[in-house]
């Protein structure tokens, strides 16, 4: 679990109904905080009065909340809705039973740490958002090095969409019978994998 000063500590049990009442939400993400979702806690806030780091325009401070599941699934759904009513980025910890998992929205987009990955955050930096940044990079893999991080997540979500049409391609020879049709995916595989090459060499 995340270790921070007790300054920091918040340690606060936020009821699920503060976020699933709210009149927009469609019916299914309410099912989902109810059948799917135990705890809310409202764990950390770190901030320029809790660990002496300056606040930005774009970034004031960041919490940390704990997440406690009925069962193992992806909780996309309820992560955008909790960020949508709390005008700070948030660090979810994520518990099913003996599984955990870490969370970040960024950019509208959610991004999720593999389930029991033992990643260290470094919560300190110029300020509250270098501190955000580590964040989304411990979390997405990116070196702490990047300076662009939108462009840098750019290259690995189209490494990612590439990687996706290639299993599609690789699915459809599968069930080909015509073999000149199986050259054709066939080359478009290699096309694939050679653009995926030059975004690997452009990291």
Same mark, same amino acid.
């Not at 940390?64 to 949508?84: D, G, R, S």
């Not at 994520?94 to 260290?120: G, L, M, T």
């Given at each position: 679990?995340?270790?921070?000063?007790?300054?920091?500590?918040?340690?606060?049990?936020?009821?699920?109904?503060?976020?699933?009442?709210?009149?927009?939400?469609?019916?299914?993400?309410?099912?989902?905080?109810?059948?799917?979702?135990?705890?809310?806690?409202?764990?950390?806030?770190?901030?320029?009065?809790?660990?002496?780091?300056?606040?930005?325009?774009?970034?004031?401070? +960041?919490?940390?909340?704990?997440?406690? !599941?009925?069962?193992?699934?992806?909780?996309? =759904? @309820?992560? *955008?809705? $909790? /960020?949508?009513?709390?005008?700070?980025?948030?660090?979810?910890?994520?518990?099913?039973?003996?599984?955990?998992?870490?969370?970040?929205?960024?950019?509208?987009?959610?991004?999720?740490?593999?389930?029991?990955?033992? +990643?260290?955050?470094?919560?300190?930096? !110029?300020?509250?958002?270098?501190?955000?940044? =580590? @964040?989304? *990079?411990? $979390? /997405?893999?990116?070196?702490?090095?990047?300076?662009?991080?939108?462009?840098?997540?750019?290259?690995?979500?189209?490494?990612?969409?590439?990687?996706?049409?290639?299993?599609?391609?690789?699915?459809?020879?599968?069930?080909?019978?015509?073999?000149?049709?199986?050259?054709?995916?066939?080359?478009?595989?290699?096309?694939?994998?050679?653009? $995926?090459?030059?975004?690997?060499?452009?990291?």
């Amino acid at each position: 679990m995340i270790e921070l000063p007790k300054a920091c500590v918040v340690d606060k049990f936020i009821p699920k109904k503060t976020f699933y009442e709210k009149v927009n939400i469609p019916n299914s993400i309410r099912e989902e905080f109810v059948d799917k979702l135990s705890k809310i806690y409202w764990k950390y806030k770190i901030s320029e009065d809790t660990i002496n780091v300056s606040k930005t325009e774009n970034v004031e401070e +960041i919490e940390i909340f704990e997440l406690e !599941l009925k069962e193992k699934y992806n909780c996309k =759904n @309820i992560i *955008k809705v $909790i /960020t949508k009513n709390i005008p700070y980025p948030i660090l979810f910890y994520i518990k099913y039973e003996n599984d955990f998992q870490y969370a970040i929205k960024y950019n509208d987009e959610v991004f999720f740490s593999e389930w029991n990955d033992n +990643i260290s955050f470094i919560f300190s930096g !110029l300020n509250m958002e270098v501190i955000y940044d =580590n @964040i989304v *990079k411990t $979390i /997405t893999n990116i070196d702490n090095k990047v300076k662009d991080l939108d462009s840098e997540i750019q290259r690995k979500d189209n490494i990612i969409r590439l990687e996706n049409e290639i299993v599609k391609f690789e699915s459809k020879i599968r069930s080909e019978k015509q073999f000149n049709i199986k050259v054709q995916y066939n080359e478009q595989i290699s096309k694939l994998k050679q653009k $995926i090459e030059e975004l690997k060499n452009n990291g």
